[in-house]
Nanobody, 123 residues
C-alpha cells in the first residue's frame, strides 16, 4: 500500500523558515507528481504546491509564490517544501499526496495522503 509520511513541522516565529519532508514507504515516488496541501483549523484542505515526476515543472498557489519552494530527490524518495518568510496565516496541517495525472492544486486529483505535519507560525 502506498504510504507517505510528512515531517518537519513545528512552531516558528513570523518571518521564520521550515523545511517539510514527504517520504514514501513501500513504493517509489519516481512516476508520480507530488502535491503539498494544507488545512487550517475550520477550513477546507487547499493546494499549496505541486512538482512533476521529473522535477522539471512546479506549481504554486498564489498565497505562497515567492516564499515556498518545492523540490524532490528521487534518489532519497523524498519531496521537500522549503517555506520561508512564514506568516501566521500559514498555520495549518500540511499534507503530501500523489497523482498520476498532470500537476495541479486540485485536492480531488490526489491520493495516498499522509497523516500530515503541523505548522504553527506565532510569536
Amino acid at each position: 500500500q502506498l504510504q507517505l509520511v510528512e515531517s518537519g513541522g513545528g512552531l516558528v516565529q513570523p518571518g521564520g523558515s521550515l523545511r517539510l519532508s514527504c517520504a514514501a514507504s513501500g513504493f517509489t515516488l519516481d512516476p508520480y507528481q507530488i502535491g503539498w496541501f494544507r488545512q487550517a483549523p475550520g477550513k477546507e484542505r487547499v493546494g499549496v504546491s505541486c512538482i512533476s515526476s521529473s522535477g522539471g515543472s512546479t506549481m504554486y498557489a498564489d498565497f505562497v509564490k515567492g516564499r515556498f519552494t518545492i523540490s524532490r530527490d528521487n534518489a532519497k524518495n523524498t519531496v521537500y517544501l522549503q517555506m520561508n518568510s512564514l506568516k501566521p496565516e500559514d498555520t495549518a496541517i500540511y499534507y503530501c499526496a500523489v497523482t498520476t495525472f498532470y500537476c495541479a492544486l486540485d485536492v480531488s486529483s490526489f491520493g495516498s495522503w499522509g497523516q500530515g505535519t503541523k505548522v504553527t507560525v506565532s510569536s
